[in-house]
């Protein structure tokens, strides 16, 4: 069965989309810890880039679908 011409997600494409926001989610927010409470500010900035890479990539995986 279809909703507006597109096919329905099946139980195991759920899921894998719905761990992988998990993991993104999880990944996103350890970083953003790691950048708050990182004592040497060397890494400040890698955290940061880290921090826009994984969001630009969640980004346009979602706007994929």
């Not at 955290?47 to 630009?56: D, E, G, Y």
Request: glycine share 4%; aromatic share 10%.
């Amino acid at each position: 069965m279809s909703t507006h011409g597109q096919p329905r997600l099946t139980a195991s494409e759920l899921a894998t989309l719905w761990n992988t926001y998990i993991a993104d989610t999880m990944g996103k927010c350890m970083l953003l810890h790691f950048k708050n409470t990182v004592e040497d500010k060397k890494y400040t900035n890698l955290h940061s880039r880290s921090l826009a890479r994984r969001s630009a990539i969640f980004v346009f995986t979602v706007n994929e679908l």
